[in-house]
């Protein structure tokens, strides 16, 4: 082994050691790395690429998918050839290791760390406990009066959410005006753009993401328009450092609530709707099912529409992608995997326990 290559494996596993020691104690991550050396690194990623109209990330990801079919082909090739021997099985092994080693190190210092810090709930200082159905119930009925009186307004802009630019532009807005009660969510240097594989996001099921070996937030512009807007929130939740599903679920409900945009507040409202009334429906039907009964026939044709277009592209690989990611998300101290996304409900109702509902 070059002498090159032994000090990157001395520097890559001395810094995994210290990335996982650190990320045992979230006030130390939320000071030093969340609050102190993560602002700056993103900050660094969205001047380099944030001008960039398109997602360079997005064709990393490319790259290296066409990489691993390659290396597959080579692969097979090889097997046939039967000129897969000890030798070459060792070297295999010790590159994957060594890759995945240079991954695990510069996904934890670019963003993955966030995963341990002490969130935005503590920011707030608000404390998220088991909740009632009782309060579930108020809740959802709340969101179903805010659903319904922003459906009419919302149909007047919702078209402009066909440009992007707009989109992103009025996502910036909402971030700009809830900073001003929430400094820290004040964002700088802009980077969300269109996925690149938006109809393939179609197939799996996803309608964002962030990625964080290149600081972008990608959306999936070709969803239903009244799903964008608070998913480019989401996304930019992500990049404010919120890496936990529900802590980018809470930073995108601060900011689009602050938007002056009808279609930001309904697309708010619809999905915690969803969150709220998947949570009701679990714990007691007839509540569900009456409450569901109050939507404006608009708002239950919207729903209607997203099941359609999701049916279009069912498929059998999408469970497989979602069960794969929700395995990512316990590993990434979500335990519950997918319903992390849900438990945004709590938190919203620890929120509106301390400041009303009316801020709701």
Not at 216 to 228: G, K, R, S
Request: charged share 20%; with cysteine.
């Amino acid at each position: 082994m070059a002498l090159k290559r032994k000090i990157g494996w001395i520097v890559l596993l001395a810094l995994a050691i210290v990335i996982k020691v650190i990320s045992l104690f979230p006030a130390f991550v939320e000071k030093y790395y969340s609050l102190g050396f993560y602002p700056f690194i993103s900050r660094i990623q969205r001047l380099l690429l944030g001008w960039i109209p398109f997602s360079i990330g997005d064709i990393f990801y490319g790259v290296i998918a066409l990489y691993l079919v390659v290396m597959f082909v080579r692969f097979i090739r090889s097997a046939f050839r039967k000129e897969l021997t000890r030798k070459y099985f060792y070297k295999l092994v010790l590159d994957f290791v060594y890759a995945w080693l240079v991954v695990y190190v510069y996904f934890n210092l670019a963003w993955g760390l966030n995963y341990n810090r002490l969130g935005i709930t503590d920011q707030l200082q608000i404390e998220v406990k088991k909740y009632s159905t009782e309060d579930l119930t108020t809740l959802t009925d709340t969101i179903i009066h805010r659903l319904n009186g922003t459906y009419n307004a919302s149909l007047q802009t919702r078209n402009d959410m066909h440009k992007k630019r707009t989109l992103f532009k009025r996502a910036f807005e909402a971030y700009d005006a809830t900073s001003k009660d929430y400094p820290f969510l004040t964002y700088k240097t802009k980077s969300v753009k269109p996925s690149i594989y938006s109809y393939f996001g179609d197939y799996f099921g996803f309608t964002g993401y962030y990625n964080p070996f290149s600081g972008e937030a990608q959306v999936n512009t070709t969803v239903p328009l009244f799903v964008q807007p608070f998913t480019t929130c989401h996304e930019m939740g992500h990049q404010m450092g919120y890496a936990k599903e529900n802590e980018a679920n809470f930073a995108g409900f601060l900011s689009a609530k602050a938007s002056s945009d009808s279609a930001f507040l309904y697309s708010l409202y619809f999905d915690l709707y969803s969150y709220c009334m998947r949570d009701l429906l679990r714990r007691d039907t007839v509540i569900g099912n009456r409450l569901k009964k109050e939507l404006l026939p608009g708002v239950k044709n919207d729903f209607l529409e997203l099941r359609k277009f999701y049916a279009q592209y069912a498929n059998p690989f999408e469970p497989l992608i979602t069960k794969m990611y929700g395995q990512y998300l316990k590993a990434n101290e979500q335990p519950v995997g997918m319903m992390s996304y849900n438990e945004v409900v709590g938190m919203i109702i620890a929120y509106t326990k301390k400041y009303g509902m009316q801020a709701l």
